[in-house]
C-alpha cells in the first residue's frame, strides 16, 4: 500500500499520470488557483467541454480529457467552502476524493494526482483537509486495485509539510 501513495511539491499540470483533479466550483467554467492553472494549460476545449457537462453539485466529480495536457483526463470535483465545520465540510470533502477514485477507476486509470481541495479559496483548514483526503484515498485503496498509484500534490510548502509528516505517521 505504502508505495501507491506518493507525495510531490509540484504544479499539477505538468504531470504525465492518467488523471489529474481539478478543485473546481459548481459552474465548472473556471476559476482561480488550480482551476484557473488547468484551464490554462489544457486550452480553451476544456472550457467547451465543461459547458457542455453543465455544473457539478458539491461533494461530486465529473470527468472529460486533458486536452492540451500531459494527463489523459481531468476530473473535476467541487469541493465545499468552509463556514466552520458544522455544514457538512467533512463528509463532502471525503466525498470529493471518493467520487474522483470512482470515476478512475471507470476509466481505468492507473495513477491519479489530486491538488488539495479546498485547502486555498475555499478555506478549509489545512491539516483538517489532508487527514480527510489521507484517509479517504487509503480506505479507497484498500478494496480497489485500481489506480495504482495516488499523488498528492502539494503546491505550497504548509500542505507540503502538513503531508509529509501525516503520511510519515499513517499506518498504511
Ligand atoms: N498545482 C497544484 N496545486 C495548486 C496549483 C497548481 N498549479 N495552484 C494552486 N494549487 P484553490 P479551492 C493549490 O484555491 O480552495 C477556484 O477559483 C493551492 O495551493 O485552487 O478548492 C475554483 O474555480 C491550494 O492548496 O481551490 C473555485 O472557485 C489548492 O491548490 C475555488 O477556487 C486548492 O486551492 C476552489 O477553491
Known amino acids: 500500500m505504502h508505495n501507491r501513495v506518493e507525495l510531490l511539491q509540484a504544479d499539477i499540470t505538468s504531470l504525465e499520470v492518467d488523471a489529474i483533479v481539478n478543485a473546481a466550483n459548481n459552474a465548472l ?3 482561480g488557483g488550480v482551476d484557473g492553472a488547468i484551464h490554462r494549460a489544457a486550452g480553451p476545449q476544456l ?3 465543461c459547458r457542455l457537462i453543465g455544473g457539478c453539485p458539491t461533494g461530486e ?3 472529460t480529457p486533458g486536452f492540451n495536457l500531459p494527463s489523459k483526463f481531468v476530473i473535476h470535483t467541487v469541493g465545499p467552502v468552509w463556514r466552520g465545520g458544522e455544514n457538512k465540510e467533512d463528509s ?6 471518493l ?3 470512482k470515476l478512475a477507476v471507470k476509466y481505468n486509470c492507473n495513477s491519479i494526482a489530486f491538488p488539495n481541495i479546498s485547502t486555498g479559496v475555499y478555506g478549509f483548514p489545512k491539516e ?3 487527514e480527510i483526503a489521507i484517509q479517504s484515498v487509503i480506505r479507497f485503496l484498500r478494496t ?4 495504482k498509484n495516488v499523488i498528492f500534490v502539494c503546491f505550497d510548502h504548509e500542505n507540503a509539510e502538513l503531508y509529509r509528516m501525516l503520511l510519515g505517521k499513517t499506518a498504511f
Not at 92 to 97: A, I, N, P, Q
Request: aromatic fraction near 4%.
Open 61 to 63: 466529480a465529473r470527468i
Open 128 to 130: 483538517r483537509a489532508a
Open 99 to 101: 467520487e474522483s477514485l
Open 29 to 31: 467554467l473556471g476559476g
Open 47 to 49: 472550457l467547451e467541454a
Open 144 to 147: 480497489s486495485p485500481l489506480p
Open 92 to 97: 463532502l470533502l471525503e466525498s470529493c476524493y
